[in-house]
Protein backbone atom coordinates (compact mmCIF):
# COMPACT_ATOMS: atom_id res chain seq x y z
CA UNK A 1 0.00 0.00 0.00
CA UNK A 2 1.15 3.58 -0.66
CA UNK A 3 0.25 6.65 0.89
CA UNK A 4 0.04 8.58 -2.17
CA UNK A 5 -3.85 8.59 -2.47
CA UNK A 6 -3.91 8.45 -6.18
CA UNK A 7 -2.36 5.96 -8.29
CA UNK A 8 0.73 6.15 -10.36
CA UNK A 9 -1.32 6.36 -13.59
CA UNK A 10 -3.96 8.87 -12.00
CA UNK A 11 -1.49 10.79 -11.17
CA UNK A 12 0.21 11.10 -14.33
CA UNK A 13 -3.18 11.35 -16.07
CA UNK A 14 -4.11 14.24 -13.84
CA UNK A 15 -0.78 15.90 -15.04
CA UNK A 16 -1.75 15.20 -19.02
CA UNK A 17 -5.09 17.25 -18.18
CA UNK A 18 -3.21 20.30 -16.63
CA UNK A 19 -0.94 20.38 -19.54
CA UNK A 20 -3.87 19.86 -21.84
CA UNK A 21 -5.08 23.00 -20.84
CA UNK A 22 -2.31 25.20 -21.91
CA UNK A 23 -3.28 23.53 -25.97
CA UNK A 24 -0.07 22.91 -26.94
CA UNK A 25 1.37 26.34 -26.25
CA UNK A 26 5.50 25.79 -26.62
CA UNK A 27 5.95 29.36 -24.14
CA UNK A 28 3.14 28.50 -21.82
CA UNK A 29 4.36 24.93 -21.67
CA UNK A 30 7.71 26.11 -20.62
CA UNK A 31 6.49 28.73 -18.37
CA UNK A 32 4.65 26.51 -16.78
CA UNK A 33 7.31 24.07 -15.97
CA UNK A 34 9.40 27.10 -14.93
CA UNK A 35 6.76 27.62 -12.27
CA UNK A 36 6.41 24.40 -11.26
CA UNK A 37 10.48 24.25 -10.99
CA UNK A 38 10.12 27.51 -8.76
CA UNK A 39 7.31 25.75 -6.36
CA UNK A 40 9.87 22.59 -5.49
CA UNK A 41 10.75 23.47 -1.87
CA UNK A 42 14.38 24.07 -2.15
CA UNK A 43 16.81 21.36 -1.17
CA UNK A 44 19.05 21.90 1.98
CA UNK A 45 22.46 23.10 0.31
CA UNK A 46 24.02 20.48 2.79
CA UNK A 47 22.36 18.11 0.50
CA UNK A 48 24.04 19.21 -3.19
CA UNK A 49 26.98 18.17 -3.46
CA UNK A 50 28.65 15.87 -6.13
CA UNK A 51 27.19 12.42 -4.59
CA UNK A 52 23.52 13.26 -5.13
CA UNK A 53 23.97 14.95 -8.73
CA UNK A 54 22.33 12.68 -11.79
CA UNK A 55 24.42 11.54 -14.30
CA UNK A 56 23.37 12.40 -17.90
CA UNK A 57 21.53 15.26 -17.36
CA UNK A 58 22.91 19.22 -19.10
CA UNK A 59 21.94 20.77 -15.72
CA UNK A 60 23.16 20.33 -12.33
CA UNK A 61 20.03 17.89 -10.95
CA UNK A 62 20.45 16.87 -7.40
CA UNK A 63 18.37 13.69 -5.62
CA UNK A 64 17.89 12.68 -2.27
CA UNK A 65 15.75 10.36 -0.71
CA UNK A 66 14.43 9.27 2.74
CA UNK A 67 12.94 5.84 3.24
CA UNK A 68 9.82 6.14 5.66
CA UNK A 69 7.59 2.86 6.69
CA UNK A 70 7.97 1.55 3.03
CA UNK A 71 7.61 4.74 1.06
CA UNK A 72 10.01 6.56 -0.96
CA UNK A 73 10.34 10.32 -0.21
CA UNK A 74 12.04 12.13 -3.25
CA UNK A 75 13.41 15.17 -2.65
CA UNK A 76 15.18 17.13 -5.79
CA UNK A 77 16.99 20.68 -6.39
CA UNK A 78 18.55 21.72 -10.08
CA UNK A 79 20.43 24.82 -10.76
CA UNK A 80 17.79 25.51 -14.02
CA UNK A 81 14.01 26.12 -13.35
CA UNK A 82 13.27 24.04 -16.36
CA UNK A 83 14.98 21.02 -15.35
CA UNK A 84 13.87 21.58 -11.64
CA UNK A 85 10.16 21.49 -12.79
CA UNK A 86 10.80 18.57 -14.62
CA UNK A 87 11.41 16.68 -11.75
CA UNK A 88 8.82 18.26 -9.78
CA UNK A 89 6.49 16.18 -12.38
CA UNK A 90 8.28 12.96 -11.46
CA UNK A 91 8.15 13.56 -7.90
CA UNK A 92 4.71 14.54 -7.88
CA UNK A 93 3.69 10.83 -9.73
CA UNK A 94 6.47 8.64 -7.65
CA UNK A 95 6.69 10.39 -3.83
CA UNK A 96 5.56 7.92 -1.55
CA UNK A 97 5.20 4.85 -2.99
CA UNK A 98 6.66 1.96 -2.22
CA UNK A 99 10.10 0.21 -4.17
CA UNK A 100 7.97 -2.17 -5.76
CA UNK A 101 5.80 0.20 -7.25
CA UNK A 102 8.43 2.22 -8.34
CA UNK A 103 10.24 -0.14 -10.29
CA UNK A 104 7.07 -1.48 -11.99
CA UNK A 105 5.94 2.02 -12.99
CA UNK A 106 5.28 2.56 -16.43
CA UNK A 107 5.74 6.19 -16.82
CA UNK A 108 3.87 7.58 -19.78
CA UNK A 109 3.16 11.38 -19.34
CA UNK A 110 6.07 12.39 -20.79
CA UNK A 111 5.41 11.40 -24.15
CA UNK A 112 1.39 12.06 -23.65
CA UNK A 113 2.05 16.20 -23.00
CA UNK A 114 4.34 16.06 -25.96
CA UNK A 115 7.49 16.74 -23.93
CA UNK A 116 10.17 15.77 -26.35
CA UNK A 117 9.69 18.10 -28.71
CA UNK A 118 9.63 21.03 -26.16
CA UNK A 119 12.55 20.85 -24.14
CA UNK A 120 14.71 19.15 -26.66
CA UNK A 121 16.44 15.49 -27.12
CA UNK A 122 19.35 16.38 -24.83
CA UNK A 123 17.18 17.22 -21.99
CA UNK A 124 14.62 14.40 -22.57
CA UNK A 125 17.66 12.09 -22.27
CA UNK A 126 18.15 14.12 -18.99
CA UNK A 127 14.92 13.52 -17.92
CA UNK A 128 15.32 9.69 -18.67
CA UNK A 129 18.58 9.74 -16.78
CA UNK A 130 15.84 11.45 -13.84
CA UNK A 131 13.84 8.24 -13.99
CA UNK A 132 16.72 5.57 -13.99
CA UNK A 133 18.25 6.95 -10.95
CA UNK A 134 14.54 7.41 -9.22
CA UNK A 135 14.21 3.70 -10.50
CA UNK A 136 17.87 2.86 -9.24
CA UNK A 137 16.85 3.88 -5.92
CA UNK A 138 13.88 2.17 -5.67
CA UNK A 139 16.03 -1.31 -6.40
CA UNK A 140 18.74 -0.41 -3.86
CA UNK A 141 15.95 0.19 -1.18
CA UNK A 142 14.00 -3.16 -2.24
CA UNK A 143 17.07 -5.01 -2.06
CA UNK A 144 17.95 -3.57 1.29
CA UNK A 145 14.32 -4.16 2.67
CA UNK B 1 25.20 51.44 -48.02
CA UNK B 2 23.64 47.52 -48.28
CA UNK B 3 20.10 47.05 -48.73
CA UNK B 4 19.14 44.92 -46.10
CA UNK B 5 16.18 43.57 -47.63
CA UNK B 6 17.59 42.16 -50.77
CA UNK B 7 20.74 40.98 -48.29
CA UNK B 8 18.19 38.67 -46.50
CA UNK B 9 16.44 37.27 -49.35
CA UNK B 10 19.77 35.90 -50.55
CA UNK B 11 19.44 33.35 -47.32
CA UNK B 12 16.04 31.31 -47.61
CA UNK B 13 16.25 30.04 -44.03
CA UNK B 14 15.63 33.63 -42.45
CA UNK B 15 12.03 33.26 -44.23
CA UNK B 16 11.06 30.27 -41.83
CA UNK B 17 9.31 29.76 -38.99
CA UNK B 18 10.33 28.44 -35.51
CA UNK B 19 7.79 27.26 -33.68
CA UNK B 20 5.74 29.47 -35.03
CA UNK B 21 7.39 32.33 -34.81
CA UNK B 22 9.59 34.24 -37.80
CA UNK B 23 13.44 32.68 -37.30
CA UNK B 24 15.43 35.19 -35.35
CA UNK B 25 18.97 34.00 -35.76
CA UNK B 26 21.30 35.90 -33.12
CA UNK B 27 23.66 32.11 -33.05
CA UNK B 28 26.00 33.51 -35.55
CA UNK B 29 29.04 33.28 -33.07
CA UNK B 30 28.23 29.28 -33.75
CA UNK B 31 27.76 28.78 -37.38
CA UNK B 32 26.02 31.56 -39.49
CA UNK B 33 23.48 31.38 -42.03
CA UNK B 34 24.28 30.56 -46.08
CA UNK B 35 23.14 32.42 -49.03
CA UNK B 36 21.22 30.68 -51.98
CA UNK B 37 24.64 30.82 -54.17
CA UNK B 38 26.55 28.77 -51.43
CA UNK B 39 23.96 26.16 -51.64
CA UNK B 40 23.68 26.31 -55.18
CA UNK B 41 27.34 25.66 -55.12
CA UNK B 42 26.99 22.47 -52.81
CA UNK B 43 24.48 20.24 -55.64
CA UNK B 44 26.05 22.01 -59.03
CA UNK B 45 29.04 20.50 -58.04
CA UNK B 46 27.49 17.04 -57.10
CA UNK B 47 25.30 17.81 -60.19
CA UNK B 48 27.75 18.76 -62.54
CA UNK B 49 31.23 18.09 -62.38
CA UNK B 50 32.08 15.99 -58.93
CA UNK B 51 35.45 14.52 -59.90
CA UNK B 52 38.44 13.74 -57.54
CA UNK B 53 40.53 16.63 -58.00
CA UNK B 54 44.39 16.49 -58.96
CA UNK B 55 44.33 13.14 -60.39
CA UNK B 56 41.83 12.29 -63.31
CA UNK B 57 43.17 12.46 -66.49
CA UNK B 58 39.94 13.31 -67.89
CA UNK B 59 37.85 16.82 -68.36
CA UNK B 60 35.22 16.09 -65.16
CA UNK B 61 38.79 15.93 -62.90
CA UNK B 62 40.32 19.24 -64.58
CA UNK B 63 36.59 21.08 -63.83
CA UNK B 64 36.66 19.85 -59.84
CA UNK B 65 40.28 20.63 -59.64
CA UNK B 66 40.17 24.36 -61.73
CA UNK B 67 36.86 25.14 -58.85
CA UNK B 68 38.59 23.45 -55.89
CA UNK B 69 42.24 25.49 -56.66
CA UNK B 70 40.06 29.04 -57.00
CA UNK B 71 38.70 28.70 -53.50
CA UNK B 72 42.81 28.78 -52.83
CA UNK B 73 43.46 31.87 -54.93
CA UNK B 74 40.42 33.32 -53.61
CA UNK B 75 41.19 32.61 -50.38
CA UNK B 76 44.88 34.12 -50.56
CA UNK B 77 43.57 37.14 -51.81
CA UNK B 78 41.08 37.31 -48.95
CA UNK B 79 43.61 37.68 -46.53
CA UNK B 80 46.23 38.63 -48.25
CA UNK B 81 48.83 35.80 -48.22
CA UNK B 82 51.59 36.09 -50.60
CA UNK B 83 51.44 32.60 -52.50
CA UNK B 84 48.25 30.41 -52.56
CA UNK B 85 50.67 27.30 -51.86
CA UNK B 86 50.31 29.33 -48.03
CA UNK B 87 46.79 28.26 -47.84
CA UNK B 88 46.22 24.74 -46.69
CA UNK B 89 42.53 23.49 -46.53
CA UNK B 90 41.35 21.83 -43.02
CA UNK B 91 37.89 20.82 -41.65
CA UNK B 92 38.19 23.99 -39.97
CA UNK B 93 39.83 26.16 -37.01
CA UNK B 94 40.30 23.22 -34.62
CA UNK B 95 42.07 21.29 -37.64
CA UNK B 96 44.02 23.81 -37.80
CA UNK B 97 45.34 24.40 -34.61
CA UNK B 98 45.97 20.96 -33.80
CA UNK B 99 47.84 20.47 -36.97
CA UNK B 100 50.29 22.76 -35.95
CA UNK B 101 50.43 21.89 -32.55
CA UNK B 102 51.20 18.12 -34.31
CA UNK B 103 53.84 19.10 -36.97
CA UNK B 104 55.41 22.82 -35.98
CA UNK B 105 54.45 22.23 -32.18
CA UNK B 106 56.07 18.40 -31.90
CA UNK B 107 59.63 19.69 -33.74
CA UNK B 108 60.07 22.66 -32.15
CA UNK B 109 58.55 22.09 -28.40
CA UNK B 110 61.20 21.02 -25.68
CA UNK B 111 60.66 19.98 -22.28
CA UNK B 112 60.80 23.53 -19.70
CA UNK B 113 59.25 25.25 -22.78
CA UNK B 114 55.93 27.48 -22.58
CA UNK B 115 53.12 27.97 -25.09
CA UNK B 116 51.24 30.99 -24.24
CA UNK B 117 47.59 31.49 -24.82
CA UNK B 118 44.73 34.14 -23.03
CA UNK B 119 42.26 33.25 -20.36
CA UNK B 120 39.40 33.59 -23.52
CA UNK B 121 40.48 30.87 -25.37
CA UNK B 122 37.90 28.51 -27.05
CA UNK B 123 39.06 24.94 -25.86
CA UNK B 124 39.88 24.36 -29.30
CA UNK B 125 43.12 26.76 -28.35
CA UNK B 126 43.69 25.00 -25.53
CA UNK B 127 43.55 21.74 -25.23
CA UNK B 128 45.66 20.69 -28.62
CA UNK B 129 48.69 22.83 -26.68
CA UNK B 130 48.22 21.06 -23.65
CA UNK B 131 48.49 17.78 -25.09
CA UNK B 132 51.77 18.52 -26.84
CA UNK B 133 52.63 20.58 -23.63
CA UNK B 134 51.97 17.04 -21.64
CA UNK B 135 54.15 14.80 -24.25
CA UNK B 136 57.38 17.21 -24.17
CA UNK B 137 57.13 18.58 -20.97
CA UNK B 138 56.13 22.01 -21.86
CA UNK B 139 54.08 24.51 -19.94
CA UNK B 140 50.45 26.00 -21.34
CA UNK B 141 50.42 29.97 -19.55
CA UNK B 142 47.38 32.43 -19.76
CA UNK B 143 47.49 35.74 -20.13
CA UNK B 144 44.93 36.86 -17.85
CA UNK B 145 42.15 39.61 -18.40
CA UNK B 146 40.60 42.56 -16.82
CA UNK B 147 37.15 42.59 -15.70
CA UNK B 148 35.88 44.15 -19.39
CA UNK B 149 37.25 41.39 -21.01
CA UNK B 150 39.95 42.63 -22.70
CA UNK B 151 44.08 41.10 -21.97
CA UNK B 152 46.48 42.70 -19.89
CA UNK B 153 48.90 43.16 -21.61
CA UNK B 154 51.59 44.24 -19.26
CA UNK B 155 51.27 40.60 -18.00
CA UNK B 156 51.93 39.34 -21.29
CA UNK B 157 54.62 41.29 -21.15
CA UNK B 158 55.70 39.94 -18.27
CA UNK B 159 55.72 36.29 -19.46
CA UNK B 160 57.63 36.83 -22.21
CA UNK B 161 61.06 34.58 -22.06
CA UNK B 162 63.05 32.72 -24.13
CA UNK B 163 61.60 29.79 -23.06
CA UNK B 164 58.31 30.84 -24.69
CA UNK B 165 58.35 28.92 -28.60
CA UNK B 166 54.59 29.62 -29.27
CA UNK B 167 51.57 31.94 -28.75
CA UNK B 168 48.21 31.35 -29.94
CA UNK B 169 45.60 34.01 -29.29
CA UNK B 170 41.97 34.56 -30.37
CA UNK B 171 41.64 37.20 -32.37
CA UNK B 172 38.19 38.12 -31.34
CA UNK B 173 36.38 36.05 -28.65
CA UNK B 174 33.69 34.10 -29.31
CA UNK B 175 32.49 34.28 -25.70
CA UNK B 176 33.16 37.66 -25.08
CA UNK B 177 33.19 39.58 -28.20
CA UNK B 178 36.69 41.64 -27.28
CA UNK B 179 38.97 41.79 -30.27
CA UNK B 180 42.65 41.35 -29.22
CA UNK B 181 45.46 43.90 -29.83
CA UNK B 182 46.69 40.83 -32.42
CA UNK B 183 49.19 43.38 -33.91
CA UNK B 184 50.75 44.28 -30.72
CA UNK B 185 51.23 40.49 -29.58
CA UNK B 186 52.54 39.24 -32.23
CA UNK B 187 55.26 42.78 -32.36
CA UNK B 188 55.97 41.16 -28.98
CA UNK B 189 56.04 37.55 -29.59
CA UNK B 190 58.56 38.18 -32.28
CA UNK B 191 61.11 40.04 -30.24
CA UNK B 192 61.43 36.95 -28.06
CA UNK B 193 61.67 34.93 -31.70
CA UNK B 194 58.17 33.26 -30.72
CA UNK B 195 55.90 32.76 -33.71
CA UNK B 196 52.20 33.40 -33.41
CA UNK B 197 49.00 31.44 -34.50
CA UNK B 198 46.01 33.91 -34.34
CA UNK B 199 42.33 31.92 -34.10
CA UNK B 200 40.69 34.16 -36.35
CA UNK B 201 37.46 32.14 -36.30
CA UNK B 202 35.04 34.77 -35.21
CA UNK B 203 37.21 37.57 -36.77
CA UNK B 204 37.39 36.18 -40.53
CA UNK B 205 34.17 37.74 -41.50
CA UNK B 206 34.11 40.46 -39.46
CA UNK B 207 37.49 42.51 -39.51
CA UNK B 208 39.78 42.78 -42.11
CA UNK B 209 42.34 40.35 -42.40
CA UNK B 210 46.07 40.76 -44.17
CA UNK B 211 48.04 38.39 -42.76
CA UNK B 212 51.19 40.22 -44.08
CA UNK B 213 50.43 43.46 -42.29
CA UNK B 214 49.99 41.17 -38.81
CA UNK B 215 53.28 39.00 -39.48
CA UNK B 216 51.67 36.46 -37.54
CA UNK B 217 53.41 33.42 -38.91
CA UNK B 218 50.00 30.98 -38.79
CA UNK B 219 46.09 31.91 -39.63
CA UNK B 220 43.23 29.48 -39.08
CA UNK B 221 39.26 29.95 -39.16
CA UNK B 222 36.32 28.09 -40.64
CA UNK B 223 34.12 28.46 -43.36
CA UNK B 224 30.96 28.05 -41.55
CA UNK B 225 31.41 31.29 -39.55
CA UNK B 226 31.71 33.21 -42.73
CA UNK B 227 28.43 32.20 -44.29
CA UNK B 228 30.52 29.22 -45.81
CA UNK B 229 29.72 25.26 -45.29
CA UNK B 230 30.65 23.19 -42.25
CA UNK B 231 33.61 21.13 -41.79
CA UNK B 232 35.79 23.64 -43.76
CA UNK B 233 38.32 25.57 -43.11
CA UNK B 234 41.73 26.82 -43.95
CA UNK B 235 45.12 27.43 -42.30
CA UNK B 236 47.57 30.22 -43.48
CA UNK B 237 51.24 29.80 -42.87
CA UNK B 238 54.83 31.47 -43.70
CA UNK B 239 56.03 29.81 -46.20
CA UNK B 240 59.47 28.93 -44.99
CA UNK B 241 57.58 27.35 -41.65
CA UNK B 242 55.48 25.97 -43.48
CA UNK B 243 58.06 24.30 -45.69
CA UNK B 244 60.20 23.31 -42.61
CA UNK B 245 57.40 21.49 -41.11
CA UNK B 246 56.79 17.81 -40.70
CA UNK B 247 53.72 16.02 -42.49
CA UNK B 248 50.48 15.95 -40.58
CA UNK B 249 48.75 13.15 -41.47
CA UNK B 250 49.88 10.47 -44.17
CA UNK B 251 48.46 9.57 -47.06
CA UNK B 252 47.68 9.99 -50.85
CA UNK B 253 48.21 13.64 -52.52
CA UNK B 254 50.47 14.76 -49.76
CA UNK B 255 53.40 12.36 -51.21
CA UNK B 256 55.82 12.70 -54.11
CA UNK B 257 56.94 9.12 -53.87
CA UNK B 258 56.41 6.20 -51.94
CA UNK B 259 58.29 3.20 -52.30
CA UNK B 260 59.53 0.44 -49.35
CA UNK B 261 62.52 2.21 -48.76
CA UNK B 262 60.89 5.52 -47.66
CA UNK B 263 58.59 8.11 -48.82
CA UNK B 264 59.47 11.95 -49.65
CA UNK B 265 56.46 14.32 -49.23
CA UNK B 266 54.65 16.65 -51.99
CA UNK B 267 55.56 20.09 -51.64
CA UNK B 268 52.83 22.73 -50.21
CA UNK B 269 50.15 22.96 -49.99
CA UNK B 270 49.36 19.23 -50.69
CA UNK B 271 52.19 18.06 -47.99
CA UNK B 272 49.08 19.06 -45.74
CA UNK B 273 46.24 17.44 -47.44
CA UNK B 274 46.07 13.83 -47.80
CA UNK B 275 43.58 11.65 -48.74
CA UNK B 276 40.68 13.05 -50.85
CA UNK B 277 39.94 16.61 -49.71
CA UNK B 278 36.30 17.94 -49.07
CA UNK B 279 35.96 19.28 -53.12
CA UNK B 280 31.88 20.15 -52.98
CA UNK B 281 32.26 22.28 -49.62
CA UNK B 282 35.70 23.93 -50.77
CA UNK B 283 34.10 24.98 -54.37
CA UNK B 284 31.11 26.53 -52.45
CA UNK B 285 33.67 28.21 -49.85
CA UNK B 286 34.58 30.47 -52.54
CA UNK B 287 30.72 31.31 -52.76
CA UNK B 288 30.92 32.87 -49.57
CA UNK B 289 33.53 34.63 -50.05
CA UNK B 290 32.55 36.15 -52.68
CA UNK B 291 29.24 36.82 -50.76
CA UNK B 292 31.42 38.91 -48.58
CA UNK B 293 33.50 40.43 -50.90
CA UNK B 294 30.28 41.30 -52.95
CA UNK B 295 28.94 43.28 -50.05
CA UNK B 296 32.04 44.67 -48.62
CA UNK B 297 33.42 43.22 -45.20
CA UNK B 298 34.00 47.08 -44.50
CA UNK B 299 30.17 47.46 -44.86
CA UNK B 300 29.18 44.47 -43.31
CA UNK B 301 30.91 45.08 -40.18
CA UNK B 302 29.63 48.66 -39.76
CA UNK B 303 26.37 47.47 -40.15
CA UNK B 304 27.05 44.48 -37.14
CA UNK B 305 28.70 47.31 -35.25
CA UNK B 306 25.26 49.05 -35.25
CA UNK B 307 23.22 46.17 -34.73
CA UNK B 308 25.78 45.71 -31.35
CA UNK B 309 25.92 49.15 -30.29
CA UNK B 310 22.07 48.78 -30.82
CA UNK B 311 20.88 45.99 -28.43
CA UNK B 312 23.74 46.87 -26.04
CA UNK B 313 21.71 50.31 -25.36
CA UNK B 314 18.35 48.65 -25.33
CA UNK B 315 19.55 45.82 -23.13
CA UNK B 316 20.88 48.41 -20.51
CA UNK B 317 18.01 50.47 -20.61
CA UNK B 318 15.39 48.12 -20.50
CA UNK B 319 16.71 45.21 -18.44
CA UNK B 320 18.28 46.32 -16.01
CA UNK B 321 19.04 43.07 -14.42
CA UNK B 322 21.01 41.95 -16.92
CA UNK B 323 24.93 42.28 -16.81
CA UNK B 324 26.94 42.04 -19.87
CA UNK B 325 29.74 39.79 -19.70
CA UNK B 326 32.36 41.79 -22.04
CA UNK B 327 32.54 45.17 -22.45
CA UNK B 328 35.60 46.07 -24.26
CA UNK B 329 35.45 48.97 -26.20
CA UNK B 330 36.69 47.12 -29.55
CA UNK B 331 33.94 44.15 -29.64
CA UNK B 332 32.72 42.03 -32.54
CA UNK B 333 29.27 41.46 -32.56
CA UNK B 334 28.99 39.41 -29.55
CA UNK B 335 26.25 40.52 -26.87
CA UNK B 336 27.15 38.14 -23.70
CA UNK B 337 24.62 38.15 -20.64
CA UNK B 338 23.58 37.26 -17.28
CA UNK B 339 20.19 38.29 -15.65
CA UNK B 340 19.85 37.74 -12.12
CA UNK B 341 17.94 34.72 -10.64
CA UNK B 342 17.29 33.29 -14.49
CA UNK B 343 19.58 30.12 -15.38
CA UNK B 344 20.94 30.80 -18.27
CA UNK B 345 19.19 27.61 -20.05
CA UNK B 346 16.17 28.45 -19.43
CA UNK B 347 16.46 32.10 -20.68
CA UNK B 348 17.46 30.06 -23.92
CA UNK B 349 14.28 27.88 -24.00
CA UNK B 350 11.82 30.69 -23.07
CA UNK B 351 13.69 32.74 -26.49
CA UNK B 352 13.63 29.82 -28.61
CA UNK B 353 9.55 29.43 -28.13
CA UNK B 354 9.52 32.87 -29.34
CA UNK B 355 11.96 31.39 -32.25
CA UNK B 356 14.64 33.79 -31.28
CA UNK B 357 17.86 31.37 -31.11
CA UNK B 358 21.01 32.20 -28.74
CA UNK B 359 23.43 30.38 -27.83
CA UNK B 360 23.56 29.57 -23.85
CA UNK B 361 26.24 28.05 -21.68
CA UNK B 362 30.21 28.02 -21.36
CA UNK B 363 30.49 28.91 -24.92
CA UNK B 364 33.28 26.10 -25.14
CA UNK B 365 35.40 28.80 -22.96
CA UNK B 366 35.31 27.22 -19.16
CA UNK B 367 38.70 28.90 -17.92
CA UNK B 368 36.68 32.22 -19.09
CA UNK B 369 33.46 31.29 -17.44
CA UNK B 370 35.77 30.56 -14.09
CA UNK B 371 37.64 33.92 -14.14
CA UNK B 372 34.09 35.53 -14.19
CA UNK B 373 32.93 32.51 -11.45
CA UNK B 374 29.84 31.78 -13.91
CA UNK B 375 28.73 28.60 -15.33
CA UNK B 376 27.55 30.00 -18.50
CA UNK B 377 25.84 33.13 -20.02
CA UNK B 378 23.41 34.26 -22.80
CA UNK B 379 25.16 34.93 -25.57
CA UNK B 380 23.36 36.39 -28.55
CA UNK B 381 25.58 37.10 -31.48
CA UNK B 382 24.57 39.08 -34.88
CA UNK B 383 25.55 38.93 -38.47
CA UNK B 384 24.91 41.53 -41.59
CA UNK B 385 21.13 39.94 -42.20
CA UNK B 386 20.10 40.82 -38.62
CA UNK B 387 17.48 43.48 -38.24
CA UNK B 388 16.81 46.05 -35.09
CA UNK B 389 13.24 44.82 -35.58
CA UNK B 390 14.63 41.68 -34.36
CA UNK B 391 16.42 43.24 -31.53
CA UNK B 392 13.21 44.79 -30.38
CA UNK B 393 11.36 41.34 -30.42
CA UNK B 394 14.93 40.11 -28.60
CA UNK B 395 14.33 42.69 -26.05
CA UNK B 396 10.42 42.32 -25.66
CA UNK B 397 10.80 38.89 -24.72
CA UNK B 398 13.94 39.29 -22.32
CA UNK B 399 11.89 41.80 -20.17
CA UNK B 400 8.63 39.48 -20.48
CA UNK B 401 11.00 37.18 -18.91
CA UNK B 402 12.10 38.88 -16.11
CA UNK B 403 8.76 40.57 -15.33
CA UNK B 404 7.72 36.63 -15.25
CA UNK B 405 11.01 34.74 -13.07
CA UNK B 406 13.19 37.83 -12.62
Redo the contacts between chains.
Keep these: MSVATKSIEEVQNDIIDDFDLLDGD??ST??YI?ELG?ELSALDEKHMVDENLIKGC??KVWLTTEFEDGQIIFKADS?????KGLISLLIRVLNGRSPQEIMNAELFFFDKIGMNGV?GSQRSNGFASMIKQMKFYALAYSAKN | MIDIEQLRSEFPILATEV??HPLTYFDNGATNQKPQSVIDALSEYYKGYNSNVHRGAHSLADKATQAFEQTRELLQQFVNAPKSEQIIFTKGTTEGINLVANTYGRANIQAGDEIIVTTMEHHSNIVPWQMIAQEKGATVRNIPISDEGEIIFEEFEKMLSDKVKIVSVVHASNALGTVNPVEKIIEKAHEIGAVVLVDGAQSAAHLPIDVQALDCDFFVTSAHKMFGPTGMGFLYGKEEILNDMPPFMGGGEMIKEVSFDGTTFNTLPYKFEAGTPNIADTVAYAKAVEFINRYGKENIAAREKELLDYATKKLIEEVPTAKIIGTSSNKVSVLSFIIDN??N??IG??LD??GIAVRTGHHCTQPLMARYGL?GTVRASFSVYNTFEEIDKFIEALKRIVK??G
Design positions: REIFMQQSNTDITI | NGIHYDMMAREMF
